[in-house]
Structures are given as C-alpha cells and as structure tokens.
C-alpha cells in the first residue's frame, strides 16, 4: 500500500495545476510545425488532410473565440455528434478553453435516446456532420430550451434560422473575434481549474437511459501519466483513432495523450477503413478492441491457410511457434535467454516481420486490447507473430484503465497489474474495486446511481467479476450482472464460452444463454467476410448469408465450432443446442454496441422466440 501511495503522490505532484489547455500549450510550444491530427476528409484515395500543433493550436482559439461570441459561459455543456475527424477534436478543445464541457455523443443514437440526452444535460451548443445527424436531433433541437447555436460541418444542410451556422462561417466569427478582443480566450481558459470537468460521456447502456459519466482535468492528466509508466513507451506515438470519440478508449489514447506528449494521431472515420489505413500509417502503436483482433487473426489465418506450397506453410508455422514461445519468455518481466533471442531475430526478419508488415502492424511497439475480454487463443496467435499485446482493463467511470500490462508486468490471458497510483482489490463475491485519482466525481445529475457506485470509501464498484493469481496479475471473469447461475445452480461465464466458439473463422458472434435453465444454448451469427470466401472455395452457390446459414455445409462447420467448444469445456457450461442465425449483428442493428460489445438484453429480447425453441424437445425445434 505504501508504494502505491508513494506512487500517487508522484503523479499528482508531476500534474498538480494543470489543466489540458495548459498541456496543449507546451506541446504547442515543443512541436509546433510537427503533424498533430490527419483525417481522409475530402481525399480520395492514399494521403491525408493534416494539421501541425501550431495549425491546430490555432484553430482551437478561433472556435473558442466564437463560441465566447456566441455566448458560451463557463460551465455549459456542448454537445458533438460527428465522426473522428479535426474539427471534431477541434471544438471539443476549443470549448474545453472557453470554460463548457463538451460531450462526444454516438452517432448510433436513436432520436429518442438523443432527446433523453440533450435533456438531461442541456446543451447550449450542438455540433453535427450533417444530415443524419440533424435528423437524430430532431425531436431534440425542437424540445429544447436550453440550445442557442447549432453547428453544421456539411455546409449544403444546414437550415434557415438564426442559430444554425455553418463550420466555415464559425471558424471565421472566431478569427474576427480574437482581433477584437485578443484576450477572452486566454481569460477564460486561465479560469479552467484540474477538478473542472473535461468531459461528460454518455455510456451506451443496453437498458434504460444512458448515464453521463463525468471526468475531469485531474483524471485524465492523471491517467495518462500512471499509464505510460506502465506502458513505457519507447520512440515516436503514431496513432490510428478508428473508435468514436464517445468511447473513454479512443478519447483518451487518440485526443489527450497527444495533448500532454505529442504525436501524431490519424483520425479514421468509418472502422471498416481501419485495414487500408494501417496499411498507410504503420502506426507505431495500436489499440484493438477484441472484435478487431479477432478479425485480423481470421484473415492472416485464412491466407496462411491458402499457401498451396506445404514446405512454406510449415516454415511459417515453425516461425510463429518460435515467436510465441519469445513472448512467452518475456511474461512477469523475464528476459529470453541469449539462444532464443537469437532464433527469434532470425525468425523474426525472415518471416514475421514482413508477415506483420501486411497488416501495417510492423513498427508497432506497443499494441493493446481492451473493452472485452480478449480470447487467450488470439493473444497467443499475435505473439506468434511477435507481438506482445497488453490487455487492460478499466471502465469510463475509471477514466480508462486501472490495470495493464506493460513490458514489466505482462502474462498473457490477464489484464496485467494495477496502474501506478491505484488501488485493485476483489470484494467478498470477487466484484474488482478500484480506487484513485481515476475515479469519476460522479454521474452527472445522478446522485443515486453515484452512490451505487462508488461506496463510502471510495471504492468504485466495477460490477465485473475477477480473479486475481499469486502474483498479482487480475483475470476478468465475466460482468457481474451477466453470470449465468442455471437451475441446477452452476455459475457460468458467458463471455469464456463464446470466445471459444468465435475461434472458429466462420463464427461472427455468439451468445450464451442459460439463466435459470437446465443447461446452456447458443446463437451464433456468420461472419460476413469469412463465410462467402469459405463458401465460394468450397464450391457453394449462395446469394445471402441467410442462404449460407442454412445450407448443411456451413451449418456442419457451426456444429464443429461447438463441438469443439464443448471439448474444453466442464459439463455445466457445455452448449447443448444452438441455432444459427440468417443475419449479421451490428451496432447499426443494435445488437452490439460502438465498440463492438453484445447487448445482451438486446439479443435476450429480439430472439426470445429462438431461445425458447432451443429448449423444446429434439423434435419440436
């Protein structure tokens, strides 16, 4: 406990009075002709629209300025709903130095759940791509009371009245009103204090409203600090940001740890342009939710597979049992021996490297995984290529990460240690609690389901289930809420049961079920991009997926994914029937979220039908 407290008073006197705009300023001061931001809005093809810190910096005045103008005060909240792109880090800046609280809002949101939204925390400023976002705001910007100035980046929709003002003619008011009066921005962001709030994130419940999680200055100052002592980064950060900027993740890695070190971040704004942009960047540094590596795994995997020459297959696999078995030497921050070192660097320039090179992964030097448990079989399929990647863990409430592994604290198959300066520990029914600076002050306007949140003394409850080993490092097990405790009374984690069956390359995703049951069943979907090329190789004449997922041939290859589940499985948690859906699974179709999470109760309730039948009699189904 002393060294963690030591730690913490580290941090805090590193960040004490600091404020993002002050942390922008000397990085500003640093690198002012470097690239800060690129994004592909208005390129067709290879390349980039970028702006240096300098271009940045200012840009980020000039919209402070006019939001002044428009009569923004300290403490208001600004809403956003674009995708990641430099006007969108832009304004989320510049209102950060006029003194309000500007808020990322998915871009998935219904308009009923945007009404509840701009409701509760009332918005003076909104800030839209373009038609579809209007069309979300909608019911909102005709309930509200509280909006005076809607922003439009596509300047061809936006509406007749006085407050709807197009991108351009906003940054322009800013440049006029810095001529001005030259000083308000730098009053009002000289006013901003550590324990203001830098942001309010809506979180994407997947049952009643959304809760809007404050964090401040201090938090993520805080974060970025105690992180990077674990991640001991080495060298330049390239980044590729390809989550919305509503996700604490994405926020954090590719908007402020930018702002307090430097670096060059490219803003993606479609996910399914991830793989072309690697292939450009080569970032240097990679954050992947586990749904993305799994992807990436299943199209390596399917190329190596399609080698025809036998001697080179063996080749490579010989290669990645060597990369693997390197990482493996490097867990609880061991060294290899001089031997293995050797053959991995033969390895590892022959084949693994240029294997790592055609995923643009090859300059990456530290690589992580977060927002789901990672499937042990991927990490391992990624240290075979050479690649460490460091699973963390952590929630929104906690600004990011609590845990992490780093090249000092790293095992694969676990989140790693608690991050310098904060406290881990499990409650009495293996709930993880966090405590430290990381911690939110709280849900905004949400006294009560603060309270549940973080107790007396100061432990946030993270309703995830953990395990930790003997040498510290914390396992997640499955959500609190999400355990599955059958008739019998077997506890069952969900999440470890479809991890394996998603080992299959056709298998897209997967739900368990079983609560209060006699056993557990399954859904599963096809994997949109896999599936057509099996079957094609296979000889099979389809035009849908939901024709492939009911021709015997796929269907068999589902049933080996369980079967094959099943064979590591205990009997309690063994899938004894499944059924395989016609359909693919999306954000857009609500059964995940952003980030590529199941919605449980979504699927619960949109496939009620199918659970049931999966439990009637052989016959009946």
């Not at 660097?345 to 995923?359: F, I, K, Q, Y």
């Not at 709930?431 to 849900?443: D, H, K, Q, S, W």
């Not at 549940?452 to 946030?460: H, M």
């Not at 069956?501 to 056993?519: I, N, Q, T, W």
Request: include cysteine.
């Amino acid at each position: 406990m002393s060294d963690v407290l030591a730690q913490r008073a580290e941090i805090e006197e590193q960040i004490a009075g600091l404020t993002l705009p002050a942390t922008l300023e000397r990085v500003v001061g640093e690198r002012a002709d470097e690239p800060a931001y690129s994004d592909k809005v208005g390129v067709d093809g290879p390349g980039w629209r970028t702006v240096t810190w300098g271009d940045y910096h200012e840009q980020v005045l000039d919209v402070a300025a006019a939001l002044l103008d428009r009569g923004v005060r300290r403490g208001d909240t600004l809403a956003i709903m674009a995708a990641s792109r430099i006007e969108h880090v832009v304004v989320d800046m510049a209102a950060v130095h006029a003194g309000a609280t500007p808020m990322s809002i998915y871009a998935t949101l219904a308009p009923e759940q945007v009404l509840f939204v701009a409701g509760h925390s009332e918005p003076t400023v909104v800030l839209l791509e373009g038609a579809d976002q209007l069309r979300r705001w909608g019911p909102a910007l005709d309930a509200s009371g509280s909006i005076h100035t809607v922003v439009l980046l596509d300047e061809t929709v936006v509406p007749d009245g006085e407050k709807y003002v197009a991108w351009s003619d906003l940054v322009e008011r800013g440049r006029t009103a810095r001529s001005t009066d030259p000083t308000a921005v730098a009053e009002a962001a000289a006013a901003v204090r550590p324990d203001d709030a830098v942001t309010i994130l809506y979180t994407s419940g997947t049952t009643g409203h959304p809760k809007g999680v404050v964090l401040t200055h201090r938090n993520v100052l805080f974060e970025a600090h105690s992180s990077l002592r674990t991640a001991a980064p080495e060298g330049e950060l390239v980044w590729v940001s390809y989550l919305p900027l509503a996700h604490i993740a994405e926020r954090l890695l590719g908007m402020y740890v930018p702002q307090v070190m430097g670096g060059h971040a490219h803003l993606v704004a479609d996910p399914s342009q991830l793989v072309g942009a690697l292939a450009e960047v080569h970032p240097t540094r990679f954050f992947g939710v586990p749904r993305v590596w799994e992807k990436i795994q299943t199209a390596l995997s399917a190329r190596l597979a399609a080698e025809p020459d036998e001697e080179r297959r063996a080749a490579v696999a010989e290669a990645m049992a060597t990369g693997l078995e390197h990482v493996e030497a490097q867990e609880y921050g061991r060294a290899p021996s001089p031997e293995l070192t050797a053959r991995f660097e033969v390895v590892d320039e022959l084949a693994l490297t240029p294997m790592r090179a055609l995923l643009g992964l090859d300059r990456v030097e530290w690589a992580t995984s977060a927002a789901a448990p990672m499937p042990l079989e991927t990490a391992r399929f990624f240290a075979g290529l050479g690649m460490r990647i460091y699973d963390v863990y952590g929630m929104t409430e906690t600004t990011a990460a609590v845990t992490a592994g780093g090249p000092e604290q790293f095992r694969l198959g676990t989140v790693g240690k608690p991050l310098a300066g904060i406290e881990v520990t499990l409650a009495e029914d293996g709930e993880i609690l966090a405590r430290g600076p990381v911690a939110t002050p709280g849900y905004f306007r949400q006294d009560e389901a603060t309270a549940a949140l973080i107790d007396a003394d100061g432990w946030v409850h993270t309703g995830d289930i953990g395990a930790l080993d003997d040498d510290g490092f914390l396992r997640v097990v499955d959500r609190k809420k999400e355990m599955i405790i059958t008739s019998s009374g077997k506890n069952v984690a969900p999440s470890n049961i479809e991890n394996l069956l998603k080992e299959s390359p056709v298998v897209g995703h997967a739900l368990v079920f079983g609560e209060g049951r006699p056993y557990c069943v399954a859904v599963l979907t096809l994997d949109g991009e896999v599936v057509p090329v099996v079957a094609q190789q296979l000889g099979i004449e389809a035009s849908s997926l939901a024709e492939l997922a009911q021709h015997p041939q796929i269907v068999a290859m589902a049933q080996a994914a369980v079967d094959s589940a099943n064979a590591r499985l205990s009997r309690p948690e063994q899938i004894k029937a499944f059924e395989l859906l016609p359909v693919e699974w999306t954000a857009e179709s609500e059964e995940l979220t952003p980030t590529l999470k199941l919605k449980r109760r979504v699927v619960h309730q949109k496939y009620a039908d199918v659970l049931d039948r999966l439990y009637a009699p052989v016959g009946e189904r």
